[in-house]
């Protein structure tokens, strides 16, 4: 009974450490913008938008549910998230908070995408227009 047991078992480990590389690579699909690693911020014309740029200078694109005022004065954003760690990755639902002693109204994180060089160019011909 022992030696069967050993055997299920050696054969468990031998199946997973052979799946195991192909498990831990990343999916290049997935956008993972974590709050700890803010490092500047741009706001986008419509103010529906906020361009983030992480430490690693990766871009990313902040969509939020409705208009989000305020972010053109750049007075300073901290994220609002529902996961306990800072490691977390933002997500739908989460918030961005601006400090401003005026304006204390949330914006709800739509959805986060990679910044485009064609979402850069659709920026800078609304900025231009305005």
């Not at 799946?19 to 999916?27: D, S, T």
């Not at 993972?32 to 986008?44: G, K, N, W």
């Not at 694109?61 to 760690?85: A, D, H, M, Y």
Request: proline content about 5%.
């Amino acid at each position: 009974m022992k030696n069967t047991f050993l055997k299920a078992i050696v054969a468990c480990v031998a199946v997973l450490s052979a799946a195991g590389p192909v498990a831990a690579q990343p999916r290049p699909d997935r956008v993972c913008l974590r709050q700890i690693d803010m490092y500047s911020f741009d706001s986008v014309p419509g103010n529906r938008s906020l361009i983030v740029e992480d430490r690693g200078h990766q871009r990313y694109r902040i969509n939020f549910v409705g208009i989000c005022s305020g972010l053109q004065f750049k007075l300073g954003l901290r994220f609002k998230t529902f996961s306990t760690s800072n490691l977390s990755c933002l997500s739908r639902g989460d918030q961005v908070l601006q400090r401003d002693p005026v304006v204390r109204t949330p914006c709800i994180i739509k959805d986060i995408q990679r910044q485009t060089m064609d979402m850069d160019r659709a920026d800078l011909a609304a900025k231009s227009q305005h």
